[in-house]
């Protein structure tokens, strides 16, 4: 049609999501989790001796949108992905010097931190109240 030459993409990147051919995700995954890593770094090297609220601030802040951004869209689905993610939220976790050697709920509960998997779940339910109720402008 019109001599317009349609080529086939391996992925692509739209809205900061990648997309592969399959769906699969396992690229956006891996970047999300690098960047989520690299923040932390940031954060252990310069924040060597923070308090617990000052840690909770930082990582709601910049560490968790990365590893949450449109995740409606990409929502991890294989336990090995779902298990890196949660990797980057106890790595994380243990940057607080009194807490590192609790398990990985209770530093969670002293933080009062939920889960990725809870946050993940609450937020499907938050888009499924939208979609019934119509608070989309369609």
Not at 5 to 13: E, G, N, Q, Y
Not at 104 to 111: A, C, V
Request: glycine fraction near 4%; hydrophobic fraction near 40%; charged fraction near 30%.
């Amino acid at each position: 049609m019109n001599h317009i030459v349609i080529v086939k993409l391996d992925s692509f990147k739209d809205l900061g999501v990648i997309f592969d051919s399959k769906l699969n995700f396992g690229e956006h995954i891996k970047e999300k989790i690098n960047k989520a890593y690299s923040v932390l770094g940031v954060i252990k090297r310069n924040l060597i001796h923070m308090d617990k609220s000052s840690f909770v601030l930082l990582y709601k802040a910049m560490v968790r949108p990365h590893l949450e951004y449109a995740n409606s869209v990409w929502c991890p689905f294989k336990k090995g992905d779902i298990e890196n993610i949660k990797k980057v939220q106890k790595r994380a976790t243990k940057l607080i010097i009194s807490l590192n050697k609790l398990p990985y709920l209770e530093r969670l509960r002293q933080l009062k931190i939920p889960t990725l998997k809870y946050r993940r779940l609450r937020g499907d339910m938050i888009e499924v109240f939208r979609i019934i109720h119509n608070y989309y402008d369609s």
